[in-house]
């Protein structure tokens, strides 16, 4: 019997513009604009709200700037943006490791072993929702479907804030009205083309005859006429080269507690070793990175050997920078805290000098790396952590 998988397309809500409400609260409910604020500028991200008087991403500014001259207009702050991605993203590896992004703000997730232990493919959706608001205090619209496709379809349906099902038994009824721009590399020209041929909806593709098919697309026509039933094969790719491997989050309040700040950096540790040991390598270098209330970013890495991916001595590395910067700055209270590391090498290079105990895998996070791909990401957690 062919397991049906299961496809979660996350995508956050009109993400720079949410951000900055988030970070500003007396901008919520105000038509905002991000993006070039010169007359050559171009929006990037617009409110919902500002979205009803018809501005949308690419728009040239002045354009924009004419069609809501009372919107708040603000400029870019990707580094900003970056920080909430990668807290968005940590919440996506907390669900499953098969993580495909597509950019800050999106990302298809394979979900479908993780049924075993968390339920449904659509309780997972919700779980995720709920956690990226919980860690980011931001939305995001979810698609659940057994296709990449279909997902990313369904999560645009019911935006903001939305969690749509499609489902084998669902499919037909909900792609046959949308329109042929619904398909992906649809484009304006294409559309306009289709248009003449009779071809409007997805129906139409569905129950085109095949000759019109092959004259319309040519050899894509198959690829076209498999997207009109809801049939898409292409797997979830995670991406295998990375300069860096981090987790972070922010807190609720502010803290400079020790035991506190030591058992979100085991939490990280935690994440990122199990990162490293599937992509098969390891780290020569880790960094704790800081954020003070006041939002000053402060950043401190120490590069070590042998090269390790295993979680304890990554978060002691990373204990003993934090221990030296609190020591330094006793009173001074943070909001975000992270663990990254660096400098990989593949975990199969054995170095002729690396100690025997470091040879040796961590009998504990062996387990935990089965238990949690069979079951999911939270299936298994450290008793500190608990």
């Not at 924009?64 to 900003?80: D, E, I, T, Y």
């Not at 807290?87 to 979900?111: K, P």
């Not at 040796?360 to 062996?366: A, H």
């Amino acid at each position: 019997m062919t397991t049906i998988r299961a496809i979660l397309h996350a995508d956050m809500d009109a993400f720079y513009a949410s951000v900055e409400q988030h970070d500003n609260p007396q901008l919520k409910d105000l038509p905002i604009i991000v993006g070039g604020i010169g007359n050559r500028g171009v929006v990037s991200a617009a409110s919902y709200k500002a979205r009803e008087f018809g501005v949308h991403s690419a728009q040239p500014m002045a354009q924009a700037k004419q069609r809501c001259p009372h919107g708040v207009f603000l400029p870019v702050r990707m580094a900003r943006y970056r920080e909430v991605s990668q807290q968005v993203f940590d919440c996506f590896h907390h669900i499953t490791d098969r993580v495909q992004g597509l950019s800050l703000d999106e990302a298809f997730l394979d979900v479908t072993d993780c049924r075993k232990l968390h339920g449904s493919a659509q309780t997972i959706g919700w779980h995720l929702k709920n956690m990226i608001k919980e860690h980011t205090g931001l939305t995001a619209s979810v698609g659940v479907a057994p296709n990449k496709f279909l997902a990313k379809l369904a999560s645009d349906l019911d935006k903001p804030d939305g969690l749509v099902i499609v489902t084998e038994e669902n499919k037909q009824s909900i792609l046959d009205p949308l329109p042929v721009s619904r398909l992906w590399g649809i484009g304006k020209k294409s559309q306009v083309r289709l248009h003449d041929y009779g071809l409007e909806t997805i129906y139409h593709i569905r129950s085109a005859d095949m000759d019109l098919l092959k004259k319309v697309f040519g050899k894509q026509w198959q690829h076209y006429f498999n997207l009109a039933r809801g049939i898409d094969q292409r797997e979830v790719e995670s991406k295998s080269e990375d300069k860096s491997i981090s987790s972070e989050d922010t807190f609720n309040t502010d803290s400079h507690n020790f035991e506190l700040l030591s058992k979100k950096l085991l939490h990280h540790a935690d994440i990122v070793s199990r990162r490293l040991r599937i992509k098969n390598l390891k780290a020569r270098t880790v960094s704790v990175k800081l954020k003070q209330s006041n939002f000053t970013l402060i950043t401190r890495r120490h590069s070590f050997d042998p090269a390790s991916n295993q979680t304890m001595t990554l978060y002691h590395e990373a204990q003993e920078l934090l221990k030296k910067w609190l020591h330094e700055n006793p009173r001074v209270k943070l909001r975000l805290i992270g663990l990254g590391t660096a400098n990989f090498e593949p975990s199969g290079q054995a170095d002729l000098f690396t100690e025997a105990h470091e040879a040796k895998p961590d009998e504990l996070d062996q387990i935990m790396d089965s238990v949690r791909k069979k079951f999911g990401a939270d299936a298994m957690k450290r008793g500190k952590l608990v």
